[in-house]
């Protein structure tokens, strides 16, 4: 199932930006659909964005969408996730995952997860 090891996360102010990495391991990197998923305290883990596993084409939640921006390097096994004009309501722990299929939004729709990153954004 291979490791995944998420970076970048960190406190900024509304309006701010943050770029999250995510370094996989021990799988075939370019064989996976990439997943950034985000839980908030009380909440149930949500959907972020996801990317194909060429890079090609990419999927996100609508509370994202022109904000958020998912890409991926598969020459250096890793998936980032742009923030830009960050909100309040971005603070959660951000998880990268790998699934095997495309299109998928759901939790158990990806296999292997990081240990996720914290994300905190003031007002």
């Known amino acids: 199932q291979g490791q995944l090891v998420e970076s970048g996360g960190g406190l900024v102010q509304a309006g701010g930006s943050l770029r999250l990495s995510c370094a996989a391991s021990g799988l075939t990197f370019s064989t996976y659909t990439m997943g950034w998923f985000r839980q908030a305290p009380g909440k149930e883990r949500e959907f972020v964005a996801a990317i194909s596993r060429s890079g090609i084409n990419t999927y996100s939640a609508d509370s994202v969408k022109g904000r958020f921006t998912i890409s991926r390097d598969n020459a250096k096994n890793t998936v980032y996730l742009q923030m830009n004009s960050l909100k309040p309501e971005d603070t959660a722990v951000y998880y990268c995952?790998?699934?095997?299929?495309?299109?998928?939004?759901?939790?158990?729709?990806?296999?292997?997860w990081g240990q996720g990153t914290q994300v905190s954004i003031s007002s």
């Open positions: 995952a790998s699934g095997r299929g495309y299109g998928g939004r759901r939790v158990t729709d990806f296999g292997s």
